[in-house]
């Protein structure tokens, strides 16, 4: 490792020992990164310092940012850590907001300042929060005073969090204005010094802390940015993931700037939202979640979204409906991508020219994928298994016990099931612990999911086992009906009938149960364990919300 320049070692001394890491691969020339780098300084003052500060960098519905305005923000936000907070390099520091110009800008100065940044979705909870600050012993945080309320029961919680600021309601900014803010030096912090740690948004148990150094950050956008996105300055990003997530932060922070490109932020990113400013700010490059595609596809109707040249999708498997159903309305093959949290963006996707509807792609350049069985051996092609991946990003858990459930041999196991064809193309099966074993029969809940979102009437659908005497489990539907479709016996047999002639029929849904939504985690991913919950609940238990 190189000399970290934290004085605060707790993200170094907490990384996972060596042993248990995955294996990192370098091997493309622009993933040789110096020994110093800092992520801010890569990102946004080499931006301005190339004479382009006067380019758009983020757009929202309330203020704009060139480059050196955003820049501006950073130096000052910085000077205030370090001069008023009492922040030391290596502190950890907590983020709250929704996706917005002060987002970044905190989050860019605590990584000029050498801090390592814990940005938190804006839906947690005081319990969650509080959770986040003891696991990385964060003693700073930065938050929007509109998020105020649970921010206070957290600190109650957890009173290592020593040091609070607002913005927009003045505390922050009064302080941002001293003279002499103006100018930052960032800390010279090491390539491999940690600058992130990025909570899963756990299905199951605690959340996991996953430690991301500098460098990692500009590897996601010379890997997937640069081999497969292939954005240019002009480009206008947009999308709804948050920014607490990294797909959020990836696709519609660390791209963007790695280009000098602009990006839109939206507080509120629903499919009505996301359709009118695609609109409004002629957006080229969408980032945002399979079902929101879907939404939005219902929608169009009178809309011009004619300025996007790029869809990327990702969080969830792209039924290939949502694919041909985007393409027949809008000439564009939404790009599919599968990442994780602990790789922090995307490993396998494909670009357009050579995409294949239904298939999430091959391993993007820098990155190798391969199919193992429970030991480890890889399967021949076709086989499903679990899929092992690596390349210049993988996973380090903060003091985690399950770094061992993740890291294999150095592979990094994603816990999903996948198969690869001949061509070397991944088509994504289900979560692994998604499969359902039905008299014998291994089925994919996904593949019935994109089956019924084929028809008509379904809005929305999840597919789980449902305990069974006879077979183990059955195939037990949750579906959302679209407006003015009946939810009675006839469209159950209608839906059976029609995953039966679609896919071998002893995948159909014995069980189906009309809901009015299905449970969602922040980031907007189904919940599968949840729906499991329900269908392993005694006769008449409904779905708790
Ligand atoms: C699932 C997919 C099928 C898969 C993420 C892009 O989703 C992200 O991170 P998370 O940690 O979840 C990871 C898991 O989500 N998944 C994601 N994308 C796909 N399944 N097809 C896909 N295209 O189970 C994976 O293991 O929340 C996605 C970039 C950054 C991210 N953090």
Not at 44 to 60: Q, S
Not at 160 to 182: I, V
Not at 215 to 237: E, P, S
Request: glycine share 8%.
């Amino acid at each position: 490792m190189i000399a970290s320049a934290h004085l605060d070692t707790f993200a170094r001394d907490n990384l996972p020992p060596a042993s248990h890491q995955p294996e990192f691969v370098f091997d493309l020339p622009e993933l040789r990164y110096p020994d110093r780098l800092n992520a801010c300084v890569e990102l946004l003052d080499k931006t301005v310092e190339r004479g382009l500060g006067d380019r758009p960098c983020i757009i929202t519905p309330v203020e704009s940012l060139t480059y050196a305005q955003l820049l501006d923000r950073v130096n000052r936000i910085a000077n205030v850590l370090v001069n008023d907070l009492g922040f030391v390099t290596g502190n950890r520091v907590l983020l709250r907001s929704a996706n917005n110009a002060m987002m970044v800008a905190t989050y860019f100065a605590v990584l000029k300042a050498g801090g390592v940044v814990v940005a938190t979705m804006p839906l947690l909870r005081a319990k969650e929060i509080s959770y986040a600050v003891q696991k990385a012993k964060i003693s700073i945080a930065l938050c929007d005073a509109r998020l105020s309320e649970e921010m206070e029961k957290a600190r109650l919680l957890a009173p290592d969090l020593r040091k609070l600021a607002y913005w927009g309601e003045g505390g922050l900014e009064t302080l941002m204005a001293q003279p002499g803010y103006e100018n930052f030096a960032a800390c010279n912090t090491a390539a491999d010094d940690v600058c992130l740690i990025a909570f899963t948004s756990g299905t199951t148990g605690q959340p996991k802390g996953t430690m991301h150094f500098h460098r990692d950050l500009l590897a996601v956008c010379d890997t997937y940015g640069k081999h497969l996105l292939r954005a240019t300055a002009d480009d206008r990003f947009i999308g709804s993931p948050p920014l607490a997530f990294t797909f959020g932060t990836g696709g519609l922070v660390f791209f963007p700037m790695r280009v000098g490109a602009s990006t839109v932020l939206l507080e509120k990113a629903a499919p009505d939202d996301l359709l009118a400013a695609i609109e409004k700010y002629h957006a080229t490059i969408c980032f945002t979640a399979p079902t929101a595609y879907r939404a939005v596809l219902a929608k169009l109707e009178g809309r011009n979204i004619s300025s996007l040249r790029k869809c990327v999708s990702a969080g969830e498997a792209l039924p290939k409906a949502t694919w041909e159903m985007w393409f027949e309305a809008t000439g564009l093959k939404i790009l599919d991508g599968i990442g994780s949290t602990e790789m922090l963006h995307i490993f396998i996707g494909s670009p357009e020219e050579s995409l294949r509807p239904g298939a999430t792609g091959k391993p993007v350049p820098g990155y190798r994928a391969k199919i193992v069985d429970e030991n480890g051996n890889a399967l021949p092609p076709n086989t499903p298994g679990r899929l092992a991946v690596r390349g210049p990003t993988g996973c380090r858990y903060l003091a985690d016990e399950r770094q061992k459930n993740y890291v294999e041999a150095g592979w990094n196991i994603t816990g999903d099931t996948y198969l690869c064809d001949k061509d070397g193309y991944y088509w994504y099966q289900a979560r692994s612990d998604d499969m359902i074993i039905s008299a014998g029969y291994n089925i994919a809940g996904p593949e019935v999911e994109a089956v019924l979102l084929m028809h008509p009437a379904v809005a929305e659908c999840g597919v789980v086992g449902a305990p069974c005497p006879e077979r183990g489990q059955i195939v037990k539907a949750y579906v959302v009906l679209r407006a003015g479709f009946a939810d009675d016996a006839a469209m159950t047999k209608t839906l059976q009938e029609f995953v039966k002639a679609e896919v071998a029929p002893y995948k159909y849904p014995r069980a189906v149960e009309y809901v009015t939504s299905l449970p969602k985690t922040d980031t907007g991913k189904l919940q599968r364990f949840r729906l499991r919950e329900a269908a392993n609940a005694p006769i008449n238990a409904k779905l708790a919300s």
